[in-house]
């Protein structure tokens, strides 16, 4: 029974990608609200990981953020992943007013095993 226990709680590469991957999801819609890049009535008010999280509801940026994990995902599978950065620019001078580094470190290892 143990072992049983033990098989449900192990995480595969593909799956710890998908949550990876989902975490900048959610950590590039919460930036953009908390930063008021786009309108706070244009997000709505999910649960997720027993939080309450805000998810853009503007077409466009769904499916910017839908690509860009779709992408780190296949990244993150491959060990091809080192750091994403999101940049905040002015529209107006292309001047950076924020830089946001995650850095990712992935275990060849399991890479390799995939």
Do not use: C, H
């Not at 029974?1 to 990608?17: C, F, H, N, P, Q």
């Not at 999101?86 to 095993?113: C, P």
């Amino acid at each position: 029974m143990a072992s049983r226990t033990v098989s449900k709680d192990i995480i595969t590469l593909r799956g710890s990608a998908a949550i990876v991957s989902e975490y900048f999801g959610y950590a590039a819609n919460s930036i953009l609200y908390n930063r008021g890049v786009y309108p706070e009535e244009s997000f709505k008010k999910v649960k997720k990981y027993g939080l309450t999280m805000l998810l853009t509801e503007d077409e466009g940026v769904k499916t910017f953020v839908s690509n860009l994990t779709a992408q780190l995902a296949e990244w993150l599978e491959t060990g091809k992943l080192q750091r994403v950065v999101l940049v905040i620019m002015s529209k107006a001078s292309g001047e950076v007013l924020e830089r946001w580094n995650f850095s990712i470190e992935t275990d060849s290892e399991v890479v390799e095993k995939g």
